[in-house]
């Protein structure tokens, strides 16, 4: 993760210093007189904008010109770039195109992305999002050359990145390409589509007439027909011949009567020579000792050649148009030799000095375009000569400045370059190679180059420079992702430089490798003795560095670590923190540090997974994706849609995950093993809650076998948790504790609370299908004790029904019940059936029918404002009267607008529902399916059914009815909504009023056959003050206080009871008028 990164943190610390612009390759060549081929010029104009117009053919076609003439003449903006063997790195491509766009907009601060190699595998994606931020620079209509694009190979990745470039191409945007070769096959598609305009060798050919012309403009006049016959025959329209034998005739150099001498193929060297041989000699010498500059300033030619006048031989040359082409800036002229001619110097300067003069005049001339900041060229001519040393001293001056702009594949060249004993004894020089191979397609090919530059530093004593060549080994390894057991002799290593740095090695350690550390012990030792030193130091780096992208840097490994060890709370002020530190680095972190923004985007979703914030995690997974596909780093996609899956399977929201999964198969055929784990995970999760223990065991033994492949703690312990939920749905509890008692023994080896808090919790659920309360028990106590402390929401697979099931228990045995309540409503579990047998069970909505009418919504009262929802509220009346359950829609119509038409009674009815279920806050709570009306009873506690549930029927036990009937009698506080006059309440309120009567008596009559004749008495009591006329319970409240002992008490209740009857008419029960005459006579 972290070795892409730090190559970003690397080219943030390169100095702001505005380098030297190279002009040669940014800017458009003068034609000094040049008279361009109308012809073509007017072809290439009549093209459609958003075209690419590609110009191919041998070397000293015309092809430069005309570009060159067409970008001029436009009369739009235009961008020159010329292509050299550079470019087929691709971050020296990007570089220097930055810098040709700084050119074309000198005042603008512009912002475009810095290519960096954690772009390596998806290129195209880069240069997509590139060449959209370059052409929208582009207000007003413009011109993009490439010019020279045979310079690189045929397989070169700027050929991807121009497939992207033509690909995007707005209107208004000619993009314009010179090449000796065709369109490369990467192309076919444009050539197909209509929108490309081809120029080939055919068509660059001048015509007689057109060579004509030229000749005559050269001052060849008069010319006679046979002579213009003869050279037209002779090169074949070929300009650069046509150029040279103009001139050689103007100045007799050239007899008229050879012209048909050489053959095509020697004719641009025979009549070159020609030119050349009758130069004076300070024009020759200056010509060869410059010919191995790919471009020629003044300065630099008089260095080279000695001669103060080499500004007024190169201008000649110039404007004679003799093969040397001129650009210019504010500071002074540059030219460049013509491919052709420059190869001829070449090979004359080789005739010319001995070997050891032709060296030295390279060296020194490598050594100038050194001092003007000319590397790439400088390294390329050093290559040639075989001047090691100079390419070495080359290197350690430009090796940081290139890996801060991402160009490691030319680094990588030139080092690569070095003979190897150089390279074995130089650490720093095997340390860059490291750093280069790390950014390759396989990371941990570096870990060679990085064992020697150790040894070297070791060897030195140099702790600190060896703790940075440790840490670029844990970054290729972790990058890699496929064997972090690679990590383990580094992380030996790492006690030895703790041993001998002393405690200023991980005070003083380098902020980057300080980070990439702590992310190696979190992944691979998280039990590590030092690992709580090593973070100090990361917070150090976090609060104190100078870059806030490193701060941001820091902030994300601690992160990672935090969430790793179960420090949910400390992963929360991370994220925060990351967030403010990208704010604070730049004004569009998308563009400037996209994969910091990645991570940022990362972390989010895994803290939002882990907090149970289900929005927070779909945004950041969506940011993240978004942020991917401008940048085109995709390779933490995979992350992304993981934990978006499990954040919806989590939820509950199983097709939302199958989406997130399917975007995830084409992991399984990378090499990426903590990628291809994750997948492996979240299918078992997905196939569990499916019910398919069967199809999900492939995936659990997949995953189990990538993870110790991997290496990585939390992976081997995520993979040996679900081998255990696997094997316990099939019905193998053997198996299942086995790798259950592996993921314990890691999770306390680790001293993780967050992974043993997952381990109680199946434990539990394994005792609960043992049938073995005091297992379930115990293991419940555990997890959420520490689920209370930690502030537990979620865990990798949390399965719904599980948890709802486990919850239910708690709240049963009184376990927790504060932590537990607030887990249930925080993460809306619902239970398989409504939970009316657990007391504390946290009702989203409570409703009160008997006696008044109450709503209470998460334990509050709506806030109903000015007006009071009275109709919204008739309806819920109005559902619970009619059952709650499958009422007819047509019935609540008919009864709420008995007057109004079908349509608009339904109308006026959905309208109302949409009210009352965000009256409810609940919108499941409510569900209109199928023509009828149901409150769900898991979410919505209504007083009437917890009655009636509660009512014991009549072959209860004693003991349970006595206790069911002390639970539901209560809740009856009088009729049925009896503030409420409309008669559809009055059947309800009858039946519940009967209920109640009946359960007093019933549980009167239990209580006295158990002895309790004064809590018998109390409940009678309570039965006439809700039916002062019930007879049985004024007879039954005079038995118990005679057999109290209270004759004087029963005696004034008779009285009472027999004075209040007698007011009705109410005959008494003969056994009633035996119980007065017994009183009487006390």
């Given at each position: 993760m972290s070795g892409a990164i730090r190559m970003t943190t690397e080219r943030k610390r390169v100095s702001r210093r505005k380098r030297i612009q190279h002009i040669a390759k940014v800017c458009t060549p003068r034609l000094n007189g040049v008279v361009p081929c109308q012809r073509l010029l007017d072809r290439l104009r009549q093209c459609p904008d958003h075209t690419l117009t590609w110009i191919h053919g041998p070397a000293g076609a015309g092809k430069t010109i005309l570009a060159a003439s067409f970008s001029r003449g436009h009369g739009r903006r235009g961008l020159w770039y010329h292509v050299d063997a550079g470019d087929e790195d691709p971050g020296t491509f990007f570089h220097y195109m930055n810098l040709a766009l700084q050119r074309v907009f000198p005042r603008r601060r512009l912002a475009l992305p810095a290519y960096g190699p954690e772009y390596g595998p998806n290129l195209p994606g880069f240069a997509r999002n590139y060449f959209r931020s370059l052409y929208a620079l582009f207000t007003d209509p413009a011109v993009i050359v490439l010019d020279g694009l045979e310079a690189i190979g045929g397989e070169a990745a700027l050929h991807v990145c121009l497939a992207q470039a033509v690909a995007e191409l707005p209107a208004g945007i000619r993009l314009v390409v010179t090449s000796r070769d065709p369109p490369p096959t990467i192309l076919g598609g444009v050539t197909g589509s209509g929108r490309i305009q081809l120029v080939d060798w055919n068509d660059l050919k001048l015509s007689q007439e057109e060579c004509r012309a030229l000749l005559v403009s050269k001052g060849l006049e008069p010319l006679p027909p046979a002579l213009l016959q003869s050279i037209h025959e002779l090169t074949e329209g070929w300009l650069a011949a046509l150029s040279l034998i103009g001139d050689g005739l103007v100045r007799g150099t050239i007899d008229p009567a050879h012209l048909e001498d050489p053959p095509l193929e020697r004719v641009f060297d025979f009549f070159a020579g020609e030119i050349f041989v009758p130069m004076p000699p300070h024009h020759q010498h200056l010509l060869l000792c410059t010919a191995d500059l790919p471009f020629v300033t003044p300065r630099m030619a008089r260095q080279l050649s000695g001669d103060p006048d080499a500004h007024r031989?190169?201008?000649?040359?110039?404007?004679?148009?003799?093969?040397?082409?001129?650009?210019?800036?504010?500071?002074?002229?540059?030219?460049?030799?013509?491919?052709?001619?420059?190869?001829f110097l070449s090979n004359r300067a080789a005739e010319t000095f001995t070997n050891a003069e032709r060296r030295a005049l390279q060296l020194q001339t490598a050594r100038l375009l050194e001092a003007e900041d000319c590397p790439v060229e400088a390294a390329e001519l050093y290559i040639h000569i075989?001047?090691?040393?100079?390419?070495?001293?080359?290197?350690?001056?430009?090796?940081?400045?290139?890996?801060?702009?991402?160009?490691?594949?030319?680094?990588?060249?030139?080092?690569?370059?070095?003979?190897?004993?150089?390279?074995d004894r130089d650490p720093r020089l095997a340390h860059w190679e490291g750093i280069c191979l790390t950014n390759s397609a396989v990371p941990t090919a570096a870990l060679p180059r990085l064992?020697?530059?150790?040894?070297?530093?070791?060897?030195?004593?140099?702790?600190?420079?060896?703790?940075?060549?440790?840490?670029?080994?844990?970054?290729?390894?972790?990058?890699?992702?496929?064997?972090?057991?690679?990590?383990?002799?580094?992380?030996?290593?790492?006690?030895?430089?703790?041993?001998?740095?002393?405690?200023?090695?991980?005070?003083?350690?380098?902020?980057n490798a300080a980070c990439s550390i702590l992310l190696a012990l979190a992944f691979r030792k998280p039990e590590h003795a030092r690992l709580a030193a090593w973070r100090e130091r990361v917070q150090d780096v976090q609060h104190g560095a100078e870059s806030p992208l490193l701060r941001a840097y820091a902030a994300h490994n601690l992160q990672v670590q935090s969430l790793w060890s179960g420090d949910i709370k400390t992963a929360a002020r991370l994220v925060e923190s990351q967030q403010a530190l990208i704010r604070e680095g730049r004004r569009d972190a998308a563009a400037k540090a996209p994969l910091r923004t990645i991570f940022l985007h990362i972390g989010e979703a895994v803290y939002g997974f882990l907090d149970a914030r289900a929005e927070d995690c779909?945004?950041?997974?969506?940011?993240?994706?978004?942020?991917?596909?401008?940048?085109?780093?995709?390779?933490?996609?995979?992350?992304?849609?993981?934990?978006?899956?499990?954040?919806?399977?989590a939820q509950g929201k199983p097709q939302e995950a199958h989406e997130h999964l399917e975007q995830m198969t084409e992991v399984l055929s990378s090499q990426r093993h903590f990628d291809i784990a994750l997948y492996h995970m979240l299918k078992v999760w997905y196939l569990l809650d499916h019910h398919d223990a069967q199809r999900a065991r492939p995936?659990?033994?997949?995953?189990?076998?990538?993870?110790?492949?991997?290496?990585?703690?939390?992976?081997?312990?995520?993979?040996?948790?679900?081998?255990?939920?696997?094997?316990?749905?099939?019905?193998?509890?053997?198996?299942?504790?086995?790798?259950?008692?592996?993921?314990?023994?890691?999770?306390?080896?680790?001293?993780n609370p967050m992974l043993r808090f997952m381990c109680h919790l199946s434990q539990a659920q394994f005792g609960q299908a043992a049938g073995?309360?005091?297992?379930?028990?115990?293991?419940?106590?555990?997890?959420?004790?520490?689920?209370?402390?930690?502030?537990?929401?979620?865990?990798?697979?949390?399965?719904?029904?599980?948890?709802?099931?486990?919850?239910?228990?708690?709240?049963?045995?009184?376990?927790?019940?504060?932590y537990v309540q607030s887990l249930v409503r925080r993460r809306a579990i619902i239970p398989q059936s409504a939970p009316y047998d657990i007391p504390h069970w946290p009702w989203p909505v409570r409703i009160?029918?008997?006696?008044?009418?109450?709503?209470?919504?998460?334990?509050?009262?709506?806030?109903?404002?000015?007006?009071?929802?009275?109709?919204?509220?008739?309806?819920?009346?109005?559902?619970?009267?009619?059952?709650?359950?499958?009422?007819?829609?047509?019935?609540?119509?008919?009864?709420?607008?008995?007057?109004?038409?079908?349509?608009?009674?339904?109308?006026?009815?959905?309208?109302?529902?949409?009210?009352?279920?965000?009256?409810?806050?609940?919108?499941?709570?409510?569900?209109?399916?199928?023509?009828?009306?149901?409150?769900?009873?898991?979410?919505?506690?209504?007083?009437?059914?917890?009655?009636?549930?509660?009512?014991?029927?009549?072959?209860?036990?004693?003991?349970?009815?006595?206790?069911?009937?002390?639970?539901?009698?209560?809740?009856?506080?009088?009729?049925?909504?009896?503030?409420?006059?409309?008669?559809?309440?009055?059947?309800?309120?009858?039946?519940?009023?009967?209920?109640?009567?009946?359960?007093?008596?019933?549980?009167?009559?239990?209580?006295?056959?158990?002895?309790?004749?004064?809590?018998?008495?109390?409940?009678?009591?309570h039965g006439i003050e809700t039916d002062p006329y019930h007879a049985r319970f004024c007879q039954r409240h005079v038995c118990t206080l005679l057999h109290r002992g209270l004759r004087d008490e029963a005696a004034q209740a008779y009285r009472n009871h027999h004075q209040r009857l007698a007011t009705q008419g109410i005959r008494l029960t003969p056994s009633f008028t035996d119980l007065t005459e017994s009183v009487a006579n006390t």
């Amino acid at each position: 993760m972290s070795g892409a990164i730090r190559m970003t943190t690397e080219r943030k610390r390169v100095s702001r210093r505005k380098r030297i612009q190279h002009i040669a390759k940014v800017c458009t060549p003068r034609l000094n007189g040049v008279v361009p081929c109308q012809r073509l010029l007017d072809r290439l104009r009549q093209c459609p904008d958003h075209t690419l117009t590609w110009i191919h053919g041998p070397a000293g076609a015309g092809k430069t010109i005309l570009a060159a003439s067409f970008s001029r003449g436009h009369g739009r903006r235009g961008l020159w770039y010329h292509v050299d063997a550079g470019d087929e790195d691709p971050g020296t491509f990007f570089h220097y195109m930055n810098l040709a766009l700084q050119r074309v907009f000198p005042r603008r601060r512009l912002a475009l992305p810095a290519y960096g190699p954690e772009y390596g595998p998806n290129l195209p994606g880069f240069a997509r999002n590139y060449f959209r931020s370059l052409y929208a620079l582009f207000t007003d209509p413009a011109v993009i050359v490439l010019d020279g694009l045979e310079a690189i190979g045929g397989e070169a990745a700027l050929h991807v990145c121009l497939a992207q470039a033509v690909a995007e191409l707005p209107a208004g945007i000619r993009l314009v390409v010179t090449s000796r070769d065709p369109p490369p096959t990467i192309l076919g598609g444009v050539t197909g589509s209509g929108r490309i305009q081809l120029v080939d060798w055919n068509d660059l050919k001048l015509s007689q007439e057109e060579c004509r012309a030229l000749l005559v403009s050269k001052g060849l006049e008069p010319l006679p027909p046979a002579l213009l016959q003869s050279i037209h025959e002779l090169t074949e329209g070929w300009l650069a011949a046509l150029s040279l034998i103009g001139d050689g005739l103007v100045r007799g150099t050239i007899d008229p009567a050879h012209l048909e001498d050489p053959p095509l193929e020697r004719v641009f060297d025979f009549f070159a020579g020609e030119i050349f041989v009758p130069m004076p000699p300070h024009h020759q010498h200056l010509l060869l000792c410059t010919a191995d500059l790919p471009f020629v300033t003044p300065r630099m030619a008089r260095q080279l050649s000695g001669d103060p006048d080499a500004h007024r031989i190169l201008d000649g040359l110039s404007k004679r148009q003799l093969l040397v082409s001129q650009r210019r800036d504010q500071r002074q002229p540059l030219y460049r030799y013509h491919t052709l001619f420059r190869r001829f110097l070449s090979n004359r300067a080789a005739e010319t000095f001995t070997n050891a003069e032709r060296r030295a005049l390279q060296l020194q001339t490598a050594r100038l375009l050194e001092a003007e900041d000319c590397p790439v060229e400088a390294a390329e001519l050093y290559i040639h000569i075989q001047a090691w040393e100079a390419l070495r001293d080359l290197i350690h001056g430009k090796a940081g400045a290139l890996l801060g702009e991402g160009r490691s594949t030319t680094l990588l060249r030139w080092l690569q370059a070095l003979p190897r004993d150089m390279r074995d004894r130089d650490p720093r020089l095997a340390h860059w190679e490291g750093i280069c191979l790390t950014n390759s397609a396989v990371p941990t090919a570096a870990l060679p180059r990085l064992e020697c530059a150790y040894r070297l530093q070791v060897g030195a004593r140099r702790w600190h420079a060896a703790a940075a060549v440790l840490a670029t080994a844990l970054e290729a390894v972790i990058h890699e992702s496929r064997d972090l057991t690679q990590l383990d002799p580094w992380l030996q290593r790492l006690a030895t430089l703790e041993e001998n740095g002393g405690p200023g090695l991980i005070r003083d350690c380098d902020g980057n490798a300080a980070c990439s550390i702590l992310l190696a012990l979190a992944f691979r030792k998280p039990e590590h003795a030092r690992l709580a030193a090593w973070r100090e130091r990361v917070q150090d780096v976090q609060h104190g560095a100078e870059s806030p992208l490193l701060r941001a840097y820091a902030a994300h490994n601690l992160q990672v670590q935090s969430l790793w060890s179960g420090d949910i709370k400390t992963a929360a002020r991370l994220v925060e923190s990351q967030q403010a530190l990208i704010r604070e680095g730049r004004r569009d972190a998308a563009a400037k540090a996209p994969l910091r923004t990645i991570f940022l985007h990362i972390g989010e979703a895994v803290y939002g997974f882990l907090d149970a914030r289900a929005e927070d995690c779909r945004q950041a997974v969506a940011d993240g994706l978004a942020c991917a596909e401008n940048s085109g780093i995709t390779m933490w996609n995979q992350h992304l849609h993981g934990f978006a899956a499990a954040s919806a399977l989590a939820q509950g929201k199983p097709q939302e995950a199958h989406e997130h999964l399917e975007q995830m198969t084409e992991v399984l055929s990378s090499q990426r093993h903590f990628d291809i784990a994750l997948y492996h995970m979240l299918k078992v999760w997905y196939l569990l809650d499916h019910h398919d223990a069967q199809r999900a065991r492939p995936h659990a033994e997949a995953g189990l076998e990538v993870a110790e492949r991997l290496g990585a703690a939390i992976p081997r312990f995520m993979a040996h948790y679900q081998m255990a939920q696997v094997a316990h749905e099939e019905g193998l509890p053997k198996e299942a504790q086995a790798h259950l008692q592996i993921a314990c023994n890691l999770a306390r080896r680790w001293h993780n609370p967050m992974l043993r808090f997952m381990c109680h919790l199946s434990q539990a659920q394994f005792g609960q299908a043992a049938g073995d309360p005091a297992a379930t028990w115990a293991a419940l106590r555990q997890a959420m004790s520490l689920g209370r402390r930690h502030d537990y929401l979620n865990t990798w697979c949390w399965r719904p029904r599980i948890m709802a099931e486990l919850c239910a228990e708690a709240l049963r045995q009184d376990i927790e019940t504060l932590y537990v309540q607030s887990l249930v409503r925080r993460r809306a579990i619902i239970p398989q059936s409504a939970p009316y047998d657990i007391p504390h069970w946290p009702w989203p909505v409570r409703i009160y029918t008997m006696g008044r009418f109450g709503l209470t919504v998460e334990d509050q009262t709506p806030p109903f404002g000015r007006k009071t929802p009275r109709k919204a509220l008739l309806l819920l009346k109005l559902l619970i009267a009619l059952g709650g359950r499958g009422v007819s829609q047509a019935r609540v119509m008919d009864i709420l607008w008995p007057q109004t038409e079908g349509d608009l009674s339904a109308k006026s009815l959905s309208v109302l529902l949409v009210r009352l279920r965000k009256l409810l806050g609940q919108p499941r709570i409510l569900e209109s399916g199928t023509g009828h009306l149901t409150l769900d009873p898991r979410l919505c506690w209504v007083d009437v059914w917890a009655f009636e549930r509660a009512l014991p029927g009549e072959d209860c036990p004693d003991a349970e009815a006595v206790a069911r009937l002390e639970y539901a009698l209560p809740l009856y506080q009088g009729p049925f909504l009896g503030e409420d006059e409309e008669p559809w309440f009055l059947a309800m309120r009858q039946r519940l009023h009967y209920r109640f009567l009946a359960g007093v008596e019933r549980l009167g009559e239990l209580l006295e056959k158990s002895g309790r004749w004064e809590e018998a008495g109390r409940w009678y009591l309570h039965g006439i003050e809700t039916d002062p006329y019930h007879a049985r319970f004024c007879q039954r409240h005079v038995c118990t206080l005679l057999h109290r002992g209270l004759r004087d008490e029963a005696a004034q209740a008779y009285r009472n009871h027999h004075q209040r009857l007698a007011t009705q008419g109410i005959r008494l029960t003969p056994s009633f008028t035996d119980l007065t005459e017994s009183v009487a006579n006390t």
